[in-house]
């Protein structure tokens, strides 16, 4: 039993040190994964082809590494700076890394307050948690002894290689809620040192946008692109705004992405006032808001049943009322009196209720699509007027409740019946609707 | 009723929780060990629910739990690693299971929860910062259990939860931060520990909850998602401590869940045939005892433990 467990001790060990040469051979590796062996043909065929075709044939073979294990199996493979490492070795070389790295910190915690040299120590916390977090994404241990030994050295450069490190682990691992704390925790630090962030706001944002591309309705990416905001300059968010608008029409079902977009609006209305306030703000915000309002409606009139644009447009038309209509109106030189105001509030009403017969008319609302597009206009038009009810004007509350909303909402989302009957859209000659559940 | 309770494998469920346990051979059991101790929760919380907790020893549980605990007074996800709010959630948790609270210094592990309060009244979940509107929930859910709420400032507690309220009603891990049914339920349960849930638009936020619901039953946890079956509890919950669970169709949803049950050798998934793992499985029986499913003991919606637990230590029986 133990020479069994000894000799796996050692093989394990033998990966480990593998792996860590490819690593420090090749400090620009920028992706990684777990491959299972019979990929690992594959890959090379594809390799062959590209030794064939590119012009640098020579070049690239020296730069594949290959490493096959004595038995003649294919371990790691790495070229073109990506990375793969067999499914087969995962676990001996896991518990290689943790033992190592287990060993090492527990040593650094003791001795790193005690006058001496440990270069070396802390070379191998760094080097040992390298290659766990590698394997294992959320190993929360070995994130927060890579920043104990960076806040001691408190590098510019360290922390740089920290934030490709961390998007090495986000290439096999999209949405590990650890390296994206990671990057915050570094992208902190160097806001201490150095105020200027742009260039890094820039490059975390492009960051989140690949890996998005890749890896669908990610919250934890998105939510980090989001936390970059605050650090924005307002060109930066119009800046922004413009760049996310593409992505966005092509994954009109990502409501991350429709948030992102929220969160920036949001920032340029809060940058109306405050110590420094934009120049201009209140028309930007104008502008932008009814751009995205006519955006989003074209969108919506596009893709038919899509959940997410019919909840961004709760938030706009809201957003819209009851803070640009009615609370800018005024600062808004074109619009001076109230009749005005009311004039714009009637005008916006009127489109989004035209939006509600169009989508909620469909012919053939047999198709799937069709009746999710009937089902959601029925439940933004109606969530709008209860939100919005209390800060309207009466006279356009009194032509409000002139919309037979009931019968719709109990027509197109029957099964929500309960909601409506409580929200006080209940259906005037209301059949007699059983309780759902009698359990 | 009776075909019903049929349908729930519960000592399938019970011999699977046991049997992951000592899995320990393989990369995807031992790539987990960071978090063993939410694992335990889920687990043991689960074995409670069923009413199959004599399956386990608990002195063998109990001297795991304080194995992990550091020096900070904080407890670790596993023997040797850095102690995380997250974790001491689940070690008070896995001792209230047990009756066992008396073996903490209680004072230790509440002034470690304390100490992550920030200056704005948000919490941080370790010595490092990260900040998120989970280590709320899981500091006022603890200091709650353990007594010694008055060791924090709540009035500045709450206030950071409910400034991480959105225009839909729900609520983000911060300010700002798009609505998420898991952030939903910690926010609110937080708001329920401490009595605040008038902060809570009742009606706007069931409106989205109920949302979640879509056509198979199940619940998803934002727009456009699939449906999973841990929403079944985090909306669930939110639903419930609002008031507002009649606006889902519950029979569709017991059946979702019953659904992901792996029949043959217990478990439940995410999903009907994907996978079984014990975080799902936990979210499913807990789901279920939400929604009063037959021979489960019923669990607390904001405390996240079985009810009888939760009345002992508030009621002392
Ligand atoms: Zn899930």
New interface residues.
């Given amino acids: 039993m133990t020479t069994q467990s000894s000799y796996s001790d050692q093989k394990g060990l033998n990966l480990l040190q593998e792996l860590e040469y490819i690593l420090d051979s090749d400090p620009l590796i920028d992706e990684v994964g777990f491959i299972h062996p019979s990929q690992f043909v594959a890959l090379d065929h594809n390799g062959d082809d590209d030794l064939l075709q590119s012009e640098g044939g020579i070049e690239s073979s020296r730069r594949l590494q290959a490493n096959f294990s004595e038995t003649g199996k294919l371990r790691f493979w790495c070229r073109d700076h990506k990375l793969g490492i067999s499914?087969e070795v995962?676990?001996p070389l896991?518990?290689a890394a943790?033992h190592l790295f287990?060993d090492v910190i527990?040593q650094y915690k003791i001795l790193r307050n005690v006058y001496g040299e440990k270069d070396n120590m802390e070379s191998d916390v760094m080097k040992h948690s390298r290659a766990l977090l590698l394997?294992?994404c959320?190993?929360?241990?070995a994130w927060?002894s890579r920043?104990m030994v960076l806040s001691k050295e408190q590098d510019l450069s360290r922390f740089m290689d920290e934030l490709h490190f961390s998007a090495l682990v986000l290439s096999y691992s999209p949405k590990s809620e650890q390296a994206w704390?990671q990057r915050?925790?570094v992208i902190?630090m160097l806001a201490e040192r150095c105020p200027n962030l742009q260039d890094i706001v820039e490059k975390e944002s492009d960051l989140v946008r690949k890996i998005t591309e890749r890896y669908k309705?990610n919250?934890r990416a998105?939510?980090h692109r989001?936390?970059l905001?605050s650090y924005m300059t307002i060109s930066q968010v119009l800046n922004e705004l413009n760049k996310s608008r593409h992505w966005a029409s092509l994954h009109v079902?990502?409501?991350?992405c429709f948030?992102y977009r929220?969160?920036l609006l949001?920032k340029i209305f809060s940058s109306k006032e405050g110590p420094s306030p934009v120049p201009n703000c209140t028309a930007i915000l104008y502008q932008v808001w009814k751009e995205e309002l006519d955006w989003d409606e074209m969108l919506i009139r596009r893709y038919m049943g899509?959940?997410?644009l019919w909840?961004h447009r709760?938030?706009l038309s809201?957003?819209w009322i009851k803070h640009i209509a009615i609370e800018l109106h005024g600062v808004l030189s074109h619009l001076e009196d109230n009749t005005a105001q009311n004039n714009d509030l009637a005008y916006f009403l009127d489109n989004e209720f035209q939006l509600l017969e169009n989508c909620s008319n469909i012919p053939d609302s047999d198709f799937e699509d069709g009746k999710a597009q009937a089902e959601l206009s029925a439940?933004h038009f109606s969530?709008l007027c209860?939100?919005c009810a209390k800060s309207l004007p009466t006279e356009i509350q009194e032509k409000l409740k002139t919309r037979d909303l009931k019968t719709l909402l109990h027509k197109m989302c029957p099964?929500?019946s309960?909601?409506w009957d409580?929200?006080g859209f209940d259906e005037p000659s209301a059949n007699c609707i059983g309780p759902?559940?009698e359990? | 009723?009776e075909d019903l309770v049929r349908e729930l494998a519960v000592d399938k469920h019970a011999r699977y929780i046991v049997s992951v346990e000592k899995r320990k051979d393989?990369?995807e059991s031992?790539?987990m060990e960071?978090?063993r101790m939410s694992g335990a929760y889920w687990g043991l919380t689960t074995l409670d629910i069923l009413g199959k907790l004599d399956m386990v020893d608990p002195d063998e549980v109990i001297s795991w739990v304080m194995s992990c605990q550091h020096e900070s007074g904080g407890f670790?996800?596993n023997i040797?690693?850095?102690p995380?709010i997250l974790y001491t959630l689940s070690a008070v948790q896995v001792l209230a299971l047990f009756n066992k609270l008396d073996v903490l210094d209680i004072d230790k592990v509440s002034n470690y929860v304390a100490g992550l309060q920030n200056e704005d009244g948000s919490f941080s979940g370790?010595m490092?910062?990260?900040i998120d509107t989970r280590f709320s929930y899981i500091a006022l859910n603890c200091l709650s259990l353990l007594h010694r709420l008055d060791k924090i400032n709540v009035e500045k507690a709450v206030k950071y939860i409910v400034s991480c309220k959105n225009?839909?009603g729900g609520f983000?891990?911060?300010p700002?931060?798009?609505s998420?049914a898991g952030q939903i339920f910690c926010c609110i349960a937080a708001l329920a520990i401490t009595g605040s849930l008038h902060h809570v638009d009742k009606?706007?936020l069931?409106?989205w909850l109920?949302?979640r619901q879509v056509k198979s039953g199940g619940l998803n946890g934002?727009?456009?998602?699939l449906p999973d079956v841990c929403y079944s509890w985090w909306v669930l919950s939110s639903l419930i401590m609002i008031d507002?669970v009649?606006?889902i169709?519950?029979?569709k949803l017991i059946k979702f869940i019953l659904d992901c049950q792996d029949k043959e050798n217990g478990g439940i998934s995410d999903r009907p045939d994907d996978a079984v793992d014990v975080f799902h499985t936990y979210f499913g029986v807990a789901g279920l005892s939400l929604?009063?499913f037959p021979g489960l003991k019923p669990i607390d919606p904001a405390y996240a433990l079985p009810v009888d637990v939760v009345n002992r230590i508030f009621f002392g029986r």
């Fill in positions: 499914t995962l676990f896991y518990n943790k287990m527990r394997l294992s959320d190993f929360g241990t927060n920043k704390s915050r925790w902190r309705m919250y998105w939510n989001g936390w905001v079902a990502d409501n991350s948030h929220r969160r949001l899509r959940e997410a909840l709760r938030f809201l957003f439940s969530w209860k939100q099964d929500k309960f909601l409580d929200l759902v559940d359990n | 009723m393989d990369f031992v790539v960071h978090l670790a996800g040797g690693h850095d995380h370790d490092w910062g990260e225009v839909d983000g891990c911060t700002g931060a798009e998420h009606d706007l069931g409106w109920c949302e934002r727009p456009e998602k507002r009649h606006w169709d519950k029979k929604l009063e």
